[in-house]
């Protein structure tokens, strides 16, 4: 089958690398495709509650690098989707436990069975983002359209093209239209230009992704939703679809675009 | 206060381009990896060098940044007072 890894990171913290791993895994499965998602932020681990699947870990990513179980036997099969599961992290571990090379050979035993494997890095550059990095074949960096976010992803793609994982793309999160319409926010083109990288998506904030992670259903399981539209989108981009990008409402209003006209002269 | 800002022909940057020119000055010093404090040495060292030349306003010197289509460019605008040798 020959999965392809994908590895979804930051650099900064809290701008939504779990949220994307797990309703990109979602998505993937929901079209049809056979995908696990590993969580590699070993000691913060939280993939597994992204997903709703806390109460199921018997084993996680250590007990398999370590010896202590098969792999088959620490992945966790999400219910709700075919062919969706998940390899989670441990949580009484650290980042030293699992080498980079622990993590090439874990994923390459599952690009047989698998499609696609989705690994949700930790925040930081250290050895936690070199372990999440080091399998993978593509390299997804998501960012919110603020300050730090934008820096940290801009530091991220340095080092991913200096490892030679290049070129990544761009998930833009929490995009707010309105804020984007009154100049109060940076917009999709602002961030591109900056980071000069390839967009894949763009997520509009969403209040629905707060309420589905406290109840740990992926909002890609909603299909009238705007986010998980948007995700949808992502994973058919992924598999080579040309899917045009969701109309954000970026263009400034009519009164804005006449005051810009009058003052061009 | 958009209206009389238009009014009055004056316009104040935006939150998104204060945000932007920020980033891209930001990211200049981090892609080449120089300091503020970098570059006032390399500012010195350049007085240096070019005042055992030329005579140079030392004063007017400038060393900064700039990014044209994505890349940085160190910019050194050095004022001249004459070059030494042509003065009788």
């Not at chain 1, 989707?81 to 998940?86: D, G, R, T």
């Not at chain 1, 080579?240 to 969701?246: A, D, I, R, W």
């Not at chain 2, 932007?20 to 503020?36: F, G, H, N, T, W």
Request: charged share 30%; proline share 4%.
């Amino acid at each position: 089958m020959a999965a392809m890894v994908i590895t979804i990171t930051s650099g900064k913290g809290g701008v939504g690398k779990t949220t994307a791993t797990a309703n990109l895994g979602v998505a993937l499965a929901l079209l049809g495709k056979r995908v696990v998602v590993v969580d590699s932020d070993i000691g913060l681990r939280n993939l597994d509650v992204a997903m709703g699947l806390e109460n199921r870990i018997v084993y996680d990513i250590v007990d398999v690098t370590e010896g202590y179980c098969r792999l088959r036997q620490a992945l966790i099969r999400d219910k709700r989707v075919s062919e969706l599961y998940l390899l989670p992290a441990a949580q009484t571990r650290d980042k030293t436990a699992v080498s980079p090379e622990d993590m090439v050979r874990l994923c390459d035993q599952m690009r047989d069975d698998f499609n696609f494997v989705l690994i949700d890095s930790p925040a930081g550059i250290e050895q936690g983002f070199r372990n999440a990095i080091a399998p993978a074949d593509e390299v997804l960096i998501v960012t919110t359209p603020e300050v730090p976010a934008v820096r940290d992803a801009d530091r991220i793609i340095g080092l991913i093209e200096a490892e030679e994982k290049g070129p990544a793309s761009l998930i833009i999160n929490r995009l707010k239209p309105e804020m984007v319409r009154y100049g109060n926010m940076l917009t999709t083109a602002d961030v591109i230009e900056i980071l000069a990288i390839d967009l894949i998506g763009i997520i509009p904030e969403d209040e629905a992704i707060i309420v589905s992670m406290n109840k740990g259903i992926p909002i890609a399981l909603d299909d009238a939703n705007r986010a998980s539209l948007a995700f949808h989108n992502i994973a058919r981009r992924l598999l080579g679809e040309e899917v045009p990008f969701l109309d954000i409402r970026e263009m400034p209003n009519l009164i804005e675009r006449f005051v810009r006209f009058i003052r061009q002269g | 206060m958009r209206i009389l800002d238009w009014l009055f022909g004056q316009r104040r940057p935006s939150s998104r381009e204060i945000a932007k020119e920020r980033l891209q000055l930001v990211l200049a010093y981090d892609r080449v990896k120089i300091s503020p404090q970098l570059l006032e040495t390399l500012k010195d060292e350049l007085i240096a060098v070019i005042s055992r030349h030329v005579e140079i306003d030392r004063e007017g010197v400038e060393v900064t940044f700039t990014r044209v289509k994505s890349r940085s460019r160190l910019i050194a605008d050095i004022p001249l007072l004459g070059a030494r040798g042509q003065r009788k």
